[in-house]
């Protein structure tokens, strides 16, 4: 894989997706979080969960990661606080799945963006991995300036 020099951005509808999330940290909760919100299928492989993960809401697969748990995966999100069972994990993609290592932009197919989110409009920041901090400002910038226009929560007609 290579370095996501020339992002396409793209909005994927994850309903009917299986994704495989490796690791249960801090992380992955934010991972987790923004996929339930995309209403994916979220399968979470790790022998833990932190606090912000909610078993009820999951596929917990309660182990340490092996090679095959991702065989049925269609996007496969690796950020565990290790990088050599992050690397396995990109290894073991397929050229049909989407990887991405959370430790390692250069193994990755995708990264995530920030988002700024109402009823009937989304916008976009991506700084293409480079500054997760810097796009998260950005976001905040934007979202307070959509917020002063009096028509960014109305309903449309």
Not at 38 to 62: E, G, H, M, Q, Y
């Amino acid at each position: 894989m290579n370095q996501v020099n020339y992002p396409y951005p793209i909005n994927i509808d994850l309903s009917r997706k299986r994704v495989a999330v490796i690791g249960g940290g801090k992380v992955a909760a934010r991972k987790v979080a923004g996929l339930l919100d995309a209403r994916a299928n979220v399968f979470v492989i790790s022998p833990t969960l932190c606090d912000a993960i909610d078993p009820a809401k999951i596929t917990w697969i309660k182990k340490e990661y092996e090679t095959g748990d991702i065989s049925e995966m269609d996007i496969i999100i690796a950020c565990t606080n290790n990088r050599s069972v992050n690397q396995q994990v990109t290894k073991d993609a397929t050229h049909f799945q989407l990887v991405n290592d959370a430790s390692d932009k250069k193994q990755s197919d995708f990264f995530n963006v920030a988002r700024v989110e109402s009823k009937n409009l989304l916008v976009t920041v991506s700084t293409k991995g480079k500054s997760p901090a810097k796009a998260k400002q950005i976001k905040q910038e934007i979202r307070q300036w959509l917020e002063s226009k009096h028509w960014f929560n109305q309903e449309e007609d």
